[in-house]
Structure formats: structure tokens, C-alpha cells
């Protein structure tokens, strides 16, 4: 399924799928990327057409047109270990909760680019090879791993060690059974102290951005005001995801007016010498897949959104969460 929503269908090297309204416009070798996985700029395709008529690949299409191509995949490659800096804020022999340092990305945005670059997944390997034996067809530029956190957000998100672990953490998230609580401000006065944003969210085309879109996927975030600063106008947050749609806080909070600081992509503000988006995964909460104990982590705040509070001083209402600025650790 396609981030419109739409289905894309594939047997060996055949590929069919329906344009979603999201990409209408895009070109068909953009789209088949973004359907198959495969880097753009390893995407090889022939015997590409457009409802039944003979097409090239720098065409554009509109919703609703049927795109069939066959479309050589390349063999994956298998990330390497490599020695990456990163928290852990718990583990055992099943699962280790890694506390993620802003700046770093998750995995590559695809199987042809796992085996270069710097990413978490880099680090895990070196620091627990047994997670090589969870690389599956399809996703072997993510063994292990059940969710994500954007490049420049920092904190908490669970990666299993095991297989039993992979499955149990896998049901969890579909079941929406991981309680992950985010800390973040946002621009201007959030005026009803807690909220929720039911809205569908979708790419917008030709973009690597979202936004929120008719015909995106379900998505709803959940928040309470903690503190409310006058000069500059911003809220503390605290933010609970029901859903885990890529850019889902920055593009919710950005809808209600109040984009996240910090966050240039979604027109957050950079006052206060905020260098990144203020968004942080400050508590992440789930039943052990294994044992089924409770495990609890949190996270404090890093050095540098730590500093852009230090500079704001003290709300003008309200309060900071305690658990913001120290660390009250976790357990299982």
C-alpha cells in the first residue's frame, strides 16, 4: 500500500498499480520508486505504459491511471555494522530501547542505499550483530526495527533482538499498543489546554513533504498544554501519537496553525536559537513481548533543546514537565 493509499500489486518483475490523487502529475519513474522501494536512480524499467498505451518513464501521469512496467529489482544490500554513537535507555536479551541522538537517521530510505551511509541501524549492528539474522526480503535495510523517529528528532523508539521480539513489537504497533509520549513547543498560543487532531495525511505531489490531505492516511495525534510563554508567543507540549504517519506531529501541529519551532520544513519559526525542530520522544511505554512485564523509558530533554528553553525562561503560565530536564530512568 502507497502512502495515498492506493494499491500497488506486483508477481516476480511485473508491476501494476492505480495513480493515487496524491501523485497526479508526478513522473511514472518518481512514482514506480516510490511503489517498489527502489532508488530512483537505480530504478530500471521496460515495457512501461499508461492504460494500456506504450510510455516513458519521464512521463506524467494523473490520478487514476493505470501504470503497468516490468522493473528489474536490485539486489538488496544488507547494512554494515559501523561504530555510531547512541543512547540506550534500556535492554535485555529481547529488545533494547535506544535513545536516538538528533541529526541521526533510522535506516536508508531504501534497500539499495542500506549498505552506505551512517545510520542508527549502522550502530545497532556493530553493538548487537544478532539483529543481522531479523534481515527480511524487502526490509533488509531495517532488521529489527518496528518504528522510526525523523533525522533531526531525538529520543526513545524500541528495536527487537530476536525474532520472537520482532513478531510481539510488530502486533503491538498495528494494535496501536506502544504508548509514546512526545515532548515539543510550538509556535503561538495553543489556547484550549489539550486537543486532538483526527486528519489524514498525505504527500504532497512531486514533494518529500506532507500535509494534511483528503484522500491521506488516518492520523491522529493527541495533546496537553504544559506551559505558555508570551514573549516570544509559544506552548509546551506534550503530544501522544495514536497513529504513526511519517511527519505526523510536525504536519498536525502545522495544520492548527502551530508548527513546531524550529521545524523550517513545516514553517516553524527558529527563535530562540532553536537549530532543529523541537520535538522529542520523551517516554515510550509497552508490554514486554517476550515476558510481558511493563517496560516504561524516559528521556530527557537534549543539551541543545534544553538550551532554547534555558533562553526562553520561565513560562508565563504553567509549567515544564519535571521529567524534561532530568531523567527519571526506566524499568521493566
Same mark, same amino acid.
Given at each position: 500500500?502507497?502512502?495515498?493509499?492506493?494499491?500497488?500489486? *506486483?508477481?516476480?518483475?511485473?508491476?501494476?498499480?492505480?495513480?493515487?490523487?496524491?501523485?497526479?502529475?508526478?513522473?511514472?519513474?518518481?512514482? &514506480?520508486?516510490?511503489?517498489?522501494?527502489?532508488?530512483?536512480?537505480?530504478?530500471?524499467?521496460?515495457?512501461?505504459?499508461?492504460?494500456?498505451?506504450?510510455?516513458?518513464?519521464?512521463?506524467?501521469?494523473?490520478?487514476?491511471?493505470?501504470?503497468? !512496467?516490468?522493473?528489474?529489482?536490485?539486489?538488496?544490500?544488507?547494512?554494515?555494522?559501523?561504530?555510531?554513537?547512541?543512547?540506550?535507555?534500556?535492554?535485555?536479551?529481547?529488545?533494547?530501547?535506544?535513545?536516538?541522538?538528533?541529526?541521526?537517521?533510522?535506516?536508508?530510505?531504501?534497500?539499495?542505499?542500506?549498505? !552506505? @551511509?551512517?545510520?542508527?541501524?549502522? @550502530?545497532?549492528?556493530?553493538?548487537?550483530?544478532?539483529?543481522?539474522?531479523?534481515?527480511?526480503? @524487502?526490509?533488509?535495510?531495517?532488521?529489527?526495527?518496528?518504528? =522510526?523517529?525523523?533525522?533531526?528528532?531525538?529520543?526513545?523508539?524500541?528495536?527487537?533482538?530476536?525474532? !520472537?521480539? &520482532?513478531? @510481539?513489537? =510488530?502486533?503491538?504497533?498495528?494494535?496501536?499498543?506502544?504508548?509514546?509520549?512526545?515532548?515539543?513547543?510550538?509556535?503561538?498560543?495553543?489556547?484550549?489546554?489539550?486537543?486532538?487532531?483526527?486528519?489524514?495525511?498525505?504527500?504532497?505531489?512531486?514533494?518529500?513533504?506532507?500535509?494534511?490531505?483528503?484522500?491521506?492516511? *488516518?492520523?491522529?495525534?493527541?495533546?496537553?498544554?504544559?506551559?505558555?510563554?508570551?514573549?516570544?508567543?509559544?506552548?509546551?507540549?506534550?503530544?501522544?501519537?495514536?497513529?504513526?504517519?511519517?511527519?505526523?506531529?510536525?504536519?498536525?501541529?502545522?495544520?492548527?496553525?502551530?508548527?513546531?519551532?524550529?521545524?523550517?520544513?513545516?514553517?516553524?519559526?527558529?527563535?530562540?536559537?532553536?537549530?532543529?525542530?523541537?520535538?522529542?520522544?520523551?517516554?515510550?511505554?509497552?508490554?514486554?513481548?517476550?515476558?510481558?512485564?511493563?517496560?516504561?523509558?524516559?528521556?530527557?530533554?537534549?543539551?541543545?533543546?534544553?538550551?532554547? &528553553?534555558?533562553?526562553?525562561?520561565?513560562?508565563?503560565?504553567?509549567?515544564?514537565?519535571?521529567?524534561?530536564?532530568?531523567?527519571?530512568?526506566?524499568?521493566?
Amino acid at each position: 500500500m502507497s502512502d495515498t493509499g492506493k494499491r500497488a500489486t *506486483a508477481m516476480s518483475d511485473a508491476v501494476e498499480l492505480t495513480v493515487g490523487e496524491a501523485e497526479s502529475g508526478d513522473r511514472i519513474d518518481a512514482i &514506480l520508486a516510490r511503489h517498489t522501494g527502489i532508488a530512483r536512480s537505480r530504478l530500471v524499467a521496460s515495457e512501461v505504459s499508461v492504460d494500456g498505451s506504450a510510455a516513458r518513464l519521464k512521463d506524467r501521469v494523473a490520478a487514476g491511471a493505470v501504470v503497468r !512496467a516490468s522493473v528489474d529489482a536490485p539486489v538488496a544490500a544488507r547494512p554494515q555494522p559501523a561504530e555510531i554513537a547512541f543512547g540506550v535507555a534500556y535492554e535485555d536479551s529481547d529488545i533494547v530501547v535506544v535513545d536516538k541522538p538528533a541529526g541521526l537517521a533510522v535506516h536508508a530510505p531504501n534497500a539499495s542505499g542500506a549498505a !552506505a @551511509g551512517a545510520y542508527l541501524v549502522n @550502530g545497532l549492528l556493530a553493538r548487537y550483530p544478532e539483529i543481522a539474522d531479523l534481515a527480511e526480503d @524487502g526490509a533488509r535495510e531495517r532488521p529489527g526495527i518496528v518504528h =522510526r523517529l525523523d533525522r533531526d528528532t531525538s529520543g526513545l523508539l524500541v528495536v527487537a533482538r530476536t525474532r !520472537a521480539a &520482532l513478531v @510481539g513489537l =510488530r502486533s503491538a504497533v498495528a494494535s496501536r499498543a506502544l504508548d509514546r509520549e512526545y515532548a515539543a513547543v510550538a509556535g503561538g498560543t495553543v489556547e484550549s489546554p489539550a486537543g486532538e487532531i483526527d486528519a489524514p495525511i498525505g504527500r504532497r505531489p512531486g514533494s518529500r513533504t506532507f500535509a494534511v490531505r483528503a484522500d491521506g492516511r *488516518a492520523a491522529r495525534t493527541r495533546y496537553a498544554v504544559a506551559a505558555r510563554w508570551d514573549r516570544p508567543s509559544l506552548s509546551a507540549l506534550r503530544v501522544w501519537l495514536d497513529t504513526g504517519r511519517t511527519h505526523q506531529i510536525r504536519v498536525h501541529l502545522c495544520a492548527i496553525g502551530h508548527p513546531v519551532l524550529g521545524d523550517r520544513t513545516y514553517r516553524g519559526s527558529a527563535v530562540l536559537g532553536a537549530r532543529r525542530q523541537f520535538l522529542h520522544s520523551h517516554r515510550l511505554g509497552f508490554d514486554h513481548p517476550c515476558s510481558g512485564e511493563r517496560v516504561e523509558a524516559e528521556s530527557a530533554l537534549p543539551a541543545d533543546l534544553a538550551e532554547v &528553553l534555558a533562553a526562553a525562561g520561565e513560562p508565563d503560565s504553567g509549567a515544564v514537565p519535571a521529567g524534561w530536564l532530568r531523567t527519571r530512568g526506566c524499568g521493566g
